[in-house]
């Protein structure tokens, strides 16, 4: 294999130019399919549910599932990847997410889908911690590096609208196991072209230490905690099991905490643990990804169940969303971080979210799109760009050049386990008011109904929360200046 950062003739330079873009487009090919199947499987719910008899409680694992061991694995991986070797660890990654898809796709039960989602996790946690540091290593002069961040940015950006539309043709035309299914040759080429491209880079070695500890208390403590509200469902919140769990998951989350600050070689350093500008940063992330994920997961479901779409146009239903995320963050909120910082927009933010899920936890049994849906998504779809910039720009401009790469996977992990909590209680409390709603001899689709609306109104102390922290603590913090948000821009775009 050519060494890409070996050659040093003319010639050489330009074979070296055409496989680093090369590499690029190999590394955002695995990132493309480990973003659309993060939301291809929303439109995808009802008919899973269906075909593998899901009660709507447990539905919520096939989304969480996926979340927890991604999130939970992200800190450990990027560890790993420093120990054995980029290359290696995204070529792994790659390759058992690719295997975990086919099994999806094959899944004849229930548990069978479950198990190969979480795998599925772990493989897209160990691929997805990867590309950013071996794109800071492909490309080290800052014009280039800005360029493949640029490109990178837009794959990002645009897979969650591919996986929804995607999401609806596959399950229209074919059936809901091609939404994995499709995973597998774009995997095979990734991993072949990405074993051919990479520079292999051998590692720090296992003498670094690797913190398996914290590794296993990290994925440990929320999976517990979801499967405790999901299962709540059907054995009640006020249970010896349920409260067992989820005493359980907290006390495994402070000894988290407690591992951190005495071993060698910490997942996440005690210097980060007491950064309160982080902390405050990633406490708005977990309630806003607890906010927006019940406007993907019960928004799908009213959407089919109730106003009896079809899973095509359920994903058309999304753009309206991620076309509004995304102009909004490229022309106006970069602007106002630009000129006013970070802090200010944030609590507008979470209020345009507040104020979307407030539409839908009142949208009827006998709903339109165009009057119950459509301004949920133009209002969450300002109040997300609103909050995510702003909020990683924080968190960036708090952590020290040494903590950037650890700064910016924690703000990931944050996001996605408050999905992951999120999507459980939302669904779970959801369940339980669809089962009282029948007691009364309602229609199921006013069953359902009343059902999302509480599931939209727990969704609500995200934001609620979110603007509570940000309130109380952000005017506490050290000012971000300019130059510090002009610093992270990059960072910004890469996300």
Known sequence: MTNIDSVGTDRGIGVTSRLRWFALVVLCLGQLVIVVDGTVVNVALPVIQIGLHFSQASLAWVVNAYLVTFAGLLLLAGRLGDLFGRKRVFLFGLSLFTVASAFCGLAASETSLIAARFVQGIGAAFSSSMVLGILVTLFPAPAERNKAMTVYAIIGNIGGSIGLVVGGVLIQY?????????????????????????????????????DWKGGVL???????????????????????????????????????????????????????????????????????????????????????????????????????LNVTIGFSSLMVVSRLIRRSGPVKPIIPGFVFIVSGLLLLARAPFDGSYFADVLPTMLLVGVGASLVFLPSLTIAMAGAGPAESGLASGLTNVTLQIGAAFGTALAASIAAVGTVRALRHHDSIAQALTAGYHLGFLVAICGPVFGITIAAVFLRRLPPVNALAAKTVESVLIAE
Request: aromatic content about 14%; glycine content about 12%.
């Open 174 to 210: 074919l059936t809901w196991h091609w939404i994995f299914f499709i995973n597998l040759p774009i995997g095979v080429a990734g991993v072949s072209a990405a074993s051919f491209v990479l520079s292999d880079d051998p590692g720090i070695g296992i003498r670094g230490g690797v």
């Open 218 to 320: 990290v994925v440990g403590a929320p999976t517990i905690g979801v499967w405790a509200i999901v299962n709540a469902a059907a054995v009640g919140w006020f249970t010896v099991e349920t409260v067992g769990l989820l005493v359980l998951a907290v006390v495994l989350g402070g000894l988290f905490f407690f591992v951190e600050g005495r071993v060698r070689n910490p997942l996440v350093p005690r210097s980060v643990l007491r950064n309160r500008q982080l902390a405050a940063a990633n406490s708005l992330r977990f309630f806003h990804g607890f906010g927006m994920s019940s406007v993907l997961f019960l928004g799908a479901l009213y959407m089919q169940h109730v106003l009896r779409y079809t899973a095509f146009e359920t994903g058309l239903g999304y753009m309206a």
